[in-house]
């Protein structure tokens, strides 16, 4: 079987979930609702928690930091969009050292921000970020811009 190979300039930087019951909608989201045609995607489970737990989860954090310097060192992207999402399984993993479950929204909010920061500052200081939480809604998902 073949498949197209696309060659271009990619438009946009994406980190988000690996959780593969958000993946359809995460691409659908970012092709048709944010019009971006040649996507950097880097999918890692509970993605942002990896920033926002560096001192205890250093691995994760060096993964994740060493993936976003490896692809922005080739493409310096106009744009990057972080999504995090409900029912994220990482961050319920690591729920104790946030306070409980009922305190993951408030962290990945907190995530989300800290992680545009980080990123603004050392690899893509000119970048446009958007930050979206991608909420389950009955069988489907709703994006929520975060502000």
Request: one cysteine or more.
């Amino acid at each position: 079987m073949r498949y197209p190979l696309i060659e271009g300039v990619p438009d946009a930087l994406v980190i988000h979930c690996a959780d593969p019951r958000f993946q359809t909608a995460f691409r659908q989201f970012v092709r048709e609702g944010l019009g971006v045609r040649m996507p950097m995607v880097l999918a890692l489970p509970g993605v942002t928690s990896h920033f926002g737990m560096q001192a205890m989860l250093p691995k994760n954090w060096y993964a994740l930091k060493v993936s976003i310097q490896t692809m922005t060192s080739r493409h310096d992207v106009a744009r990057v969009i972080l999504i995090n999402h409900d029912d994220c399984k990482g961050y319920a993993k690591i729920a104790g050292h946030l306070g409980g479950l009922s305190k993951i929204g408030v962290a990945q909010k907190k995530h989300l921000h800290g992680l545009a920061e980080f990123v603004r500052k050392e690899f893509l200081p000119n970048a446009q970020f958007e930050l979206y939480q991608a909420h389950i809604v009955g069988s489907e998902v709703e994006f929520e811009k975060i502000l």
